[in-house]
């Protein structure tokens, strides 16, 4: 609806016995500026916050609040919910913000957003609502909420936002604001906030905690005393007043500043005269200021009249007065001689919007709320189905029809379902699924003639799919059994009932569900994508009876597959995830993905989901092309904040580039990126598997650091030992827990769960250890008190590497096995271990081998060559931020007498001069002898260079090539 410049229904009194307040207020605008009686200071923003009854005087005392800042020179940015308008989207935000953007072209307004145009613009109802599949997820829109605030708080600053009786709040904007007001203090931003305490609803416990917040109270607004009303009675009817009359005005109104100005108001208008003995009078006047006696006084005005004060009451807050003339049935002329009457008795007020157009407002919330409950129930359904009609007729929008349309009874109208239908999707577009679940549930209830059924079925149940997965399922299921629904509508909710029983766990359902609908299907493409789709549920299962059958089958399929469409890439993506799950040559993972991802694939295509171009990136991870992942996983970071969508996916995919960066040996970065993807799968909820692949990867890297207590933390603080997801997680749950059991030394219990955890990935047929290395894990659990065990678990370990073939995962085992040997051959072990590290970007793990083979060769009497593998293991180290491995160098250094030298530190990604020599020769198929030759040097130095080459660009020999190119 429109936003008005200036709110009305201030009284004309001065404020009353709000010293205080008014204090606080003029000091909270000084603390904006910096300064105060003792001086300049910082600039300091906040919250102040007012609470008190209706007609207590909270909106007169932020309008006095905005008068003095605006006379300060600030930018003051306001807005009032609307009783009549909670349930409108964004409603308080688009009168905060439309203001400052009303004057603006639309190229001028896409100049100002920036990036977060197509994100926000829809939500603050600045451009029409984008047609399409995708939408921004509400945390993405609320970011951009963010951005755009701060960015007209540093532009116009000092800024204060004033918002008053926020108890009627839309939940969009309250979820904002209560979120946002943490952060007004570092911008130097001042809002101020009032509301009734006892009206704000039970599902907006933010807003309480608001008022309350950093255990301050809100300051509470009391009544008048009887020498406040005794001042406003003697201002307004005479100085004659005597003190009988002002004590009955108290007593009537209670204090309360509206109702005492409404009565004195009256009585003026009356010619009442402000004695004792015109009490009885006064009576009768208060009975007229307020409930059934309002009532009785508009009706005194005239059926027009009161029919034009219902249309208004049914509209809500600043509704153009064309509008509000058609919904009351009055011609032109009717409707200005009843707004003028009401403006008389003041009732109704009239004031401008933003664009340029008469709007009505009333006069108090009191007015309008009484108004609205004295209209008849019959008359009252009526009138917002006619808000609704006049409304899509001038252009307004379903939007703006759509709150009508929840008050009218169900009658089948296909017009209401059309309007609903459409308010649903814009919500959707703007960020507001919650909306749009009451719009579309509410078309179901009209119902949708039978042939859109199931589109609204399909619409409801993919709204609630976040918020309420398994509702999602009840209403999929119902749209599925839906007699008269279009083969592609069938296909889009098989696929959106199979994502919801997979993120509730039902995996089984999913897959079984996916294979029903094949077996149905006529076309052949669509048949395959239902396979893709098995194909994916079946991969997490981890209750999967026959997963080397489906392995099998998924082996077959690839074979067959050219990768022409989405479908047959996806198929080749899980089958490129399979092959490096089960230990197959690198290579033919290497090979499948290549495939999967020659014609692109979508990280925003809802319809297939983010999965599939997830794993065929950490494919390429354990592949040892980390490099290539990680330029993946930046590309759907992208597409998904241009999207909006900062939800489980922002968070899922911020975990992956950590965990990119744990196995490149990046530490620091790696924690960095995934506490960020922690801390947005925190905001979404508890146990979900965003969560989970946070808090693994989390504990796997403090644990690479050195920094087993706050591994502990991690770990103590959600839980991870009181069970374990049903869902196939990595870096998998149970093998992270045990590691970390190791690293405090609990042997009997760590190597439990890594035995438990290794049988039960075995099972499924996941043997290699560059996904998850519980084998070797488990090795130097059993090295402590069983050394042939050991061997043998290492041994093994190390077949499963080399059958793989990904030189960081064979160093790793190399490494582990000599753990578990004699010193001399530990040392063959541990050279080779490095040899192949070498060859790899794995950084930290080749400081581990470099660190452990220079104490070998200490131990085997070669101290020259052991500071050597030392000094290079501690310097790798500390540049991978692994500070306990580089202080166990260091102190390795100290006993055997040589003093730690000044590490040497270099460019993380940028190759020297030698390395980029080396690398374009390696690039080129020459090996490391040819290369010494070309560069007159020797092998060794050239494996060193190409090790730190391997290491910046995140790739092994096979990828130089298309690295450099890059």
Known sequence: ??????????????????????????????????????????????????????????????????????????????????????????????????????????????????????????????????????????????????????????????????????????????????????????????IMVACRPDEIPADAASLRALMGRQGTRPHELASLTTSGVARIVRDTLGESADDVFCRECWAITGGNPFEVVELVMKGRDRGLKPFQDNIPQLRDLASAVKGSGLIDRIEQLGPSTVRLAWAAAVLGTAVPVSIVGNVAALGEAQAAQAIEQLRTARILTVLTSLR?????????????????????????????????????????????????????????????????????????????????????????REPPEIEDRAEVLFELGSANLLHDPLTTINQLRTALEEPKTEQNLREAITYRLAQALGHTGQLEQAAALLAEEARRATSSRTRLRMQAEQFKWNSVRVDEENSPARSRLLAQFAKRLTGRGVAERHILGLRAWDAALRGESAATALEYAEQALDGGMSWTDQDFGFEVPAVVALTLMYCDQPGRAEELFNSAIVDFESKGWRGAHLSFVYTLLGYVRYRRGRLAEAEDFVRNGLQIADRIGQDIPAQWYAIGTLIETLLARGNVTEAKKVARTYKLADGFPKAVVYPDPQAVWGKLLLAQGR????????????????????????????????????????????????????????????????????????????????AVLLQEAVDRLEQSPAACELAHALVDHGIALHTMGDPHQAAQQLYRGMETASACGADALADRARAQLASAGLRPRRLYTSEQDTLTVAENVAARHAARGLDNTAIAKEMYTDAHTVSELLSAVFTKLGTDRPGLRRALED
């Not at 409950?373 to 029809?401: C, K, T, W």
């Not at 309007?419 to 719009?439: E, I, K, N, T, V």
């Open 1 to 190: 609806m429109s936003h008005v410049t200036e709110p009305g229904g201030e009284a004309s009194h001065p404020l009353l016995e709000r010293e205080a307040e008014i204090l606080a207020i003029h000091r909270a605008v000084d603390d904006l500026y910096g300064t105060s009686a003792r001086g300049p200071a910082t600039r300091r923003g906040g919250v102040l916050t007012f609470a008190g009854s209706p007609g207590i005087g909270k909106t007169t005392l932020l309008a006095e609040a905005r008068r003095h800042a605006a006379a300060r020179g600030c930018t003051v940015l306001s807005a009032r919910g609307g009783e009549q308008e909670r349930q409108v989207p964004f409603h308080v935000m688009r009168q905060l913000i439309q203001p400052t953007f009303a004057a603006m072209s639309e190229d001028e307004r896409r100049d100002v957003l920036g990036t977060w145009h197509s994100i926000v613009a829809p939500a603050l109802g600045l451009t029409a609502a984008p047609k399409g599949p995708t939408a921004p997820d509400p945390q993405g829109v609320r970011d951009g909420l963010d951005w755009v605030v701060t960015h007209l708080t540093v532009r116009s600053a000092p800024v204060v936002l004033v918002i008053d009786d926020a108890h009627w709040a839309d939940a969009e904007s309250l979820a904002w604001l209560t979120a946002f007001a943490a952060r007004a203090e570092e911008l130097a931003m001042l």
């Open 747 to 826: 042997i009997d219990e760590a190597e439990q769960h890594l035995t438990e955890a290794g049988r039960r990935l075995d099972l499924r047929g996941t043997r290699n250890p560059s996904w998850s290395p519980w084998q070797l894990d488990l090795a130097l659990a059993q090295v402590t008190h069983d050394p042939e065990q050991a061997r043998a678990t290492a041994t093994e370990a190390v077949a499963r590497a080399r059958a793989f073939g990904a030189s960081s995962t064979i160093g790793h085992a190399l490494r582990v096995a000599a753990t578990a040997t004699d010193p001399a051959r530990a």
């Open 356 to 444: 340029r157009k008469e709007v009505v407002d009333f006069f108090h919330p009191l007015i309008a709320t009484a108004v609205y409950r004295s209209i008849p129930p019959g008359v009252r359904v009526a009138m917002h189905g006619m808000a609704a009609q006049a409304l899509v007729d001038d252009g307004h929008g379903a939007g703006a029809a759509a709150r009508h349309l929840l008050e009218m009874h169900p009658e089948g109208d296909p017009w209401v379902v059309q309007q609903l239908h459409q308010a649903a999707r814009d919500s959707f577009s703007a960020g507001a699924p919650d909306a749009a679940r009451r719009y579309l549930a509410r078309a179901l």
